[in-house]
């Protein structure tokens, strides 16, 4: 069974920084893609970042030029580094993970979210 690990969520106050980790364990062969996604009170959710195995990233509009999105291949584990936070991105994080397990059968995982609130 391959499972997600979060961590880093907490009350930040706006305009501060915070970064989220995740690492993915369990039988995996490879991963291929890593990301995150949120989801607000009362709104659907939303991908925030996501890194390709290639090494490309894509962000929503709403984060590019404060959210960067980092990967440790060789841990399995991926980043959000949050700057400038706001009180609109107050919302819980999930990390996803999608690749090939040891039985050669497509996966994709997801975190049980970390609650990110952005409030004075």
């Known amino acids: 069974q391959v499972q997600l690990v979060e961590s880093g969520g907490c009350l930040v106050q706006p305009g501060g920084s915070l970064r989220l980790s995740c690492g993915a364990s369990g039988s995996i062969l490879r991963i291929n893609a890593m990301g995150w996604y949120r989801q607000a009170p009362g709104k659907a959710r939303e991908l925030v970042a996501v890194?390709?195995?290639?090494?490309?990233?894509n962000y929503a509009d709403s984060v590019k030029g404060r959210f960067t999105i980092s990967r440790d291949t060789a841990k399995n584990t991926v980043y959000l580094q949050m700057n400038s936070l706001r009180p609109e991105d107050t919302a819980v994080y999930y990390c996803t993970a999608d690749g090939v397990a040891m039985t050669l059968q497509f996966f994709t995982s997801w975190g049980q979210g970390t609650q990110v609130t952005v409030s004075s």
């Open positions: 890194e390709t195995a290639g090494g490309g990233s």
